[in-house]
């Protein structure tokens, strides 16, 4: 692990690979979640492909962990 790869000293999030992409995946999942609202045209699974394809290197729980902030944060019109 690389000096700026390495987590503060006392970090104690994890999923650092969610964090470095979660500001792009945010603008990529927006518009769906958006859409979202009123009648779901878009399953979970299809959120979790549509990442996936985009963001390879992630693995599905980290994908999970992503489309589940944001929804968390649509809902509280942080988005």
């Known amino acids: 692990m ?3 790869n390495r987590p503060a000293q006392g970090e104690r999030r994890t999923h650092h690979a969610v964090r470095e992409i979660f500001a792009q995946a945010c603008a990529l999942l927006a ?6 609202d009123k009648v779901m045209t878009m399953s979970g699974f299809a959120m979790l492909q549509v990442l996936k394809d985009h963001f390879p290197e992630l693995s599905s729980s980290e ?3 992503v489309i589940t902030a944001v929804e968390r944060l649509h809902r509280e019109n942080r988005l």
Not at 31 to 36: A, H, S
Request: a negative charge; charged letters at 25%; proline letters at 8%.
């Open 63 to 65: 994908a999970h962990i």
């Open 31 to 36: 518009p769906l979640v958006k859409g979202n």
């Open 2 to 4: 690389t000096d700026e």
